[in-house]
T-cell receptor, first 114, second 113 residues
Framework: DTEVTQTPKHLVMGMTNKKSLKCEQH?????MYWYKQKAKKPPELMFV???????INESVPSRFSPECPNSSLLNLHLHALQPEDSALYLC?????????????FGPGTRLTVL | DAKTTQPTSMDCAEGRAANLPCNHS???????VYWYRQIHSQGPQYIIH???NNETNEMASLIITEDRKSSTLILPHATLRDTAVYYC??????????????FGQGTRLTINP
């Protein structure tokens, strides 16, 4: 099973709302990632978790708050977002071995901020 | 971070081989070249990867030049379902055990009947 699941598929929220995106994998992977993808652009890395610890934050604004409660689950908490934060949010996971490692992506959550 | 350069778009006839080029002239010795594709806002799908040798799997072949400054992804018999955006990516490993993918701008490949 090489599946990464993400919920919800679509999310519409106002600028004062608080919401969360959820990502799950059951492949035993120890690294998990959040990416943001604007229309017609490549995915851009936001956060990396390795062994449930945050190892990379690519200068993401604090209105995005990641959380890794356990090795299978990754959340992205959203608060006070701006309309320009509307995008496809992708989650991915990978093993921690070097050579044969592959990053597997979920289908994404399409976020619209009104 | 090493960057990649790809043509913005390409066309290919169904049943023919699709050859997608990528330049990565600043790649370091321990950085892998990965290819993913993305079909209409789905999550990116892994295709193939390599370090310095040519690689082949059931989906595609990857040809890397000897100086590692460029590579070509080959889809041997393109079908309409291969229409997608193809990303050439340089991957490097983080000390913490994770990895970082640096995506290129992607090539929009259209397979024509």
């Amino acid at each position: 099973d090489t599946e990464v699941t993400q919920t919800p598929k679509h999310l519409v929220m106002g600028m004062t709302n608080k919401k969360s995106l959820k990502c799950e994998q059951h492949m035993g992977h120890r690294a998990m990632y959040w990416y943001k993808q604007k229309a017609k652009k490549p995915p851009e890395l936001m956060f990396v978790y390795s062994y449930e610890k945050l190892s990379i934050n690519e200068s993401v604004p604090s209105r995005f708050s990641p959380e890794c409660p356990n090795s299978s689950l990754l959340n992205l908490h959203l608060h006070a977002l701006q309309p320009e934060d509307s995008a496809l949010y992708l989650c991915a996971s990978s093993q921690d071995r070097a050579r044969t490692d592959t990053q597997y992506f979920g289908p994404g959550t399409r976020l619209t901020v009104l | 971070d090493a960057k990649t350069t790809q043509p913005t778009s390409m066309d290919c006839a169904e049943g023919r081989a699709a050859n997608l080029p990528c330049n990565h002239s600043t790649i370091s010795g321990n950085e892998y070249v990965y290819w993913y594709r993305q079909i209409h806002s789905q999550g990116p799908q892994y295709i193939i990867h390599g370090l310095k040798n040519n690689e082949t799997n059931e989906m595609a072949s990857l040809i890397i030049t000897e100086d590692r400054k460029s590579s070509t992804l080959i889809l041997p018999h393109a079908t309409l379902r291969d229409t997608a955006v193809y990303y050439c990516i340089v991957r490097f490993l983080l000390i913490q055990g994770a990895q970082k993918l640096v995506f290129g701008q992607g090539t929009r490949l259209t397979i024509n009947p």
